[in-house]
């Protein structure tokens, strides 16, 4: 039963590992620390929007859970720490939802817990016929259409042709009231895909790049042939190649999500041309140990996100943009080998 596997992947994205063992590629992007940056951390403003919804930071709780009845408890925990913060929240697949209407409330409980916030719904690529199910489930904010080829391909029964995507997606984006975005699952996306997913229509794209949860691992636990997941684990563009590419590539807005651990990872990803960030595990994780660790988790991320924007001189979001950093490494090698640019953000100053 789909709402038994949900419970069996919240289980296992908590308590075992499942996490990329490559590096997001972070460490490869340094910014350039600026001695007299004319700032006053107080006041440095994290604000912005997304979908014409006004945030207090750049951060969205990207989709984890729903569909079993454990996961109500987690949604409403999580949409109180939205409402919170005033930070957005993605739901999981509705798909359980829509199938058996019974689970609607483990996914509408984010809306009753936080009536303000950005929540975002999602549905399967494989189950795109169900986008209006899914969108007359609640008031959703707008819908994320997700990608997980990399686990349909490991997973027993993984629905494994992706052909007629696109033209589905698009006629998606056309009769859907809401804003349609694409997430990845992990796995990240190309500049190359990012220009044909942009084509359809969509309102925006989450990268979700390689160095957080790999849906591989994951499905290797619960396959009775391990060597597969065991080969794909690290399977994936790293999230700060995938944010470049993509940031690159298109004009519409991304989400930057995959591995990010620490406010400093998350200014960096913006740095690197992303309008918001996103995280599951390490919230998840969070969630579990209560509200009150959950509140300091956010705390403590929003403190470091600001300490990096004094160090670089960053009164707002839009003189982050303008900061200057050096990518070096494989980061470096990635990006120049698949004709990107990356002395744009050395420089950007002089230009």
Known sequence: MISD???????????????????????DVELVHKAIPEVNQEEIDLSTSLFGKKMDAPIVITAITGGHPTSLEVNRQLAHAAGK?????????????????????TYTVAREESSESLIIGNIGAPQMEQAPQATEMMELDALA??????QEA????GDLNTVGYLSKLQKTVESSDLPIMIKETGAGISGNDAQLLEKTGIAAIDVAGAGGTSWAAVEKYRS???DMGELYWDWGIPTAASTVEVSQSVKIPIISSGGIRNGLDAVKSLALGANVIGMALPVLKASYMGEEVLSKFFEKFLAE???????????NLEDLKK????????TREWIRERGYKTKTYARRSSL
């Open 154 to 157: 490991i997973q027993p029964g």
């Open 5 to 27: 596997r949900k419970l069996e992947h919240l289980l296992l994205c908590t308590h075992s590992d499942v996490e990329y063992h490559k590096k997001t590629g972070f460490n």
């Open 305 to 315: 996100m600001k300490v990096a924007m004094f160090l670089v001189g960053a009164n």
């Open 224 to 226: 009775k042939d391990k």
């Open 323 to 330: 900061a200057e950093l050096v990518i070096t490494g494989k």
């Open 145 to 150: 259409v997700h990608l997980n080829t990399l």
């Open 85 to 105: 913060f005033n930070i957005g929240l993605g739901l999981g697949s509705q798909r359980a939802a829509v199938e058996n209407p019974e689970l609607a409330s």
